[in-house]
């Protein structure tokens, strides 16, 4: 039974920052990929960043680069999600995710997700 809640979503003004968590059970793969995905309304759910427990290789989608930072405390099963100069756009739902495997963007290739995190950005 693979368990990961979120934490750390909240009200922020544009400009500002939050930090997301992710705490992970459940699972005692070698190697494993997570990461962080969100949904707002009205939209499909997308990647937003991934990492995993192995390697230091991590992704971003092109509209996060630069200012959200992806990072992993493996002896806390913990990751974490910097989010820096925050937009309106950035408004969703955020999920954490794993799989079994390689990190990746792809929403499909998981099937273990957390409850998610609202973050709303708005002056």
């Known amino acids: 039974q693979v368990q990961l809640v979120e934490s750390g979503g909240g009200l922020v003004q544009p400009g500002g920052s939050l930090r997301l968590s992710c705490a992970a059970s459940?699972?005692?793969?070698?190697?494993?990929?997570i990461g962080w995905f969100r949904q707002a309304p009205g939209k499909e759910r997308e990647g937003v960043s991934c990492?995993?427990?192995?390697?230091?290789?991590?992704y971003y989608a092109d509209s996060v680069k630069g200012r959200f930072t992806i990072s992993r405390d493996n002896a806390k099963n913990t990751v974490y999600l910097q989010m820096n100069s925050l937009t309106p756009e950035d408004t969703a739902v955020y999920y954490c995710?794993?799989?079994?495997?390689?990190?990746?963007?792809?929403?499909?290739?998981?099937?273990?997700w957390g409850q998610g995190t609202q973050v709303t950005v708005s002056a």
């Open positions: 990492i995993s427990n192995y390697d230091t290789i991590t």
């Open positions: 459940g699972f005692t793969w070698d190697y494993f990929g």
């Open positions: 995710a794993v799989r079994k495997g390689a990190q990746t963007l792809l929403v499909s290739d998981y099937n273990n």
